[in-house]
């Protein structure tokens, strides 16, 4: 990690600054939940492959610049008209005038406007995104293990009382309570929870009243959820970064980025395919 990272909170930092600041993120922690060896491959390999965003990355980060920075979307995007060839002499010139930003689909940005409407329609929602900051930047040092860390919130929302609601657009296919809390467990949201929380703590930051998750589909009906997490979930959040960072700074000490554990390994059969071994097999 760079000793020269920033400390602190910063507002308005530039999406590509923030993520050439070399920190532990939220991502890379997840990325170290799969196993060091991920970590290193996807981090630290100097011959690792460049990342492309996937088609649902794409669209997700087009949904949160028309939700969180409506200002910003005719900077970033532009529509390709329908049946537009860009062979032509008409599709060459419309290419080179929107030189440097991402095409969508007029599809891709109806999707994302329905979203957006859908996020607002929703009161408590609709409140917390009145007033507040877009991608705020967190930097802090993690006292355990003396690891730089960062965290860049999606909306930062203001109370009366000093403190602050953190909030973090996902979309997602079904925001319905039992299927959006399995992907809080796949994707490690409770972690993303825990890691923002006390980021924004440990950067001198207000204390942080509540962290809401705005979880909005991607297709018709377009439904948008806010959700909390329990204290059960908060908790076990909070111990799996304690835990993974205890894993990187003992990885980062030792230059050893094991996969699934070092050497040869002993592997038993899943419960739900296990015989009783006092159970006797006859045939007839």
């Known amino acids: 990690m760079n000793s020269d990272a920033p400390l602190g909170i910063v507002y308005g930092m530039p999406?590509?600054?923030?993520?050439?600041i070399d920190a532990l993120s939220n991502s890379a922690l997840s990325m170290l939940n799969r196993?060091?060896?991920?970590?290193?491959?996807?981090?630290?390999?100097?011959?690792?492959?460049?990342?492309s965003a996937t088609a649902a990355m794409a669209a997700g980060t087009l949904a949160h610049s028309l939700v969180l920075e409506p200002g910003t979307v005719s900077n970033l995007y532009a529509v390709r008209p329908e049946g537009m060839d860009g062979r032509t002499k008409e599709g060459k010139q419309w290419a080179a005038d929107n030189a440097g930003r991402i095409i969508v689909t007029a599809e891709q940005m109806a999707t994302a406007e329905a979203q957006r409407a859908a996020v607002l329609a929703?009161?408590?929602?609709?409140?917390l995104l009145a007033s507040g900051s877009p991608e705020v930047s967190t930097f802090w040092i993690d006292h355990e293990t003396g690891t730089h860390c960062k965290m860049r919130a999606d909306w930062v929302h203001p109370l009366a009382d000093g403190r602050v609601i953190l909030l973090d657009l996902k979309t997602t296919q079904d925001?319905?309570?039992?299927?959006?809390?399995r992907s809080v467990w796949t994707y490690g949201y409770h972690r993303q929870d825990a890691w923002y929380t006390r980021g924004f703590a440990l950067a001198g930051g207000p204390?942080?009243?509540?962290?809401?998750?705005?979880?909005?589909?991607?297709?018709?009906p377009f439904i948008a959820v806010p959700y909390t997490l329990d204290d059960q979930a908060r908790w076990q959040g909070q111990e799996e970064c304690?835990?993974?960072?205890?894993?990187?700074?003992?990885?980062?000490?030792?230059?050893?980025?094991?996969a699934y554990g070092d050497g040869v390994q002993m592997l038993s059969l899943p419960g739900w395919a296990q015989r009783d071994m006092e159970t006797e097999v006859s045939y007839v």
């Open 15 to 20: 999406a590509d600054q923030y993520h050439a």
């Open 35 to 51: 196993s060091p060896r991920h970590y290193w491959a996807n981090y630290l390999n100097p011959d690792r492959p460049e990342r």
């Open 122 to 127: 929703v009161p408590d929602l609709a409140e």
């Open 175 to 181: 925001a319905s309570p039992e299927q959006f809390g």
């Open 207 to 220: 204390e942080v009243a509540a962290f809401v998750f705005a979880a909005v589909t991607g297709s018709y």
């Open 242 to 258: 304690d835990e993974l960072l205890a894993t990187y700074a003992e990885c980062r000490n030792s230059n050893n980025w094991p």
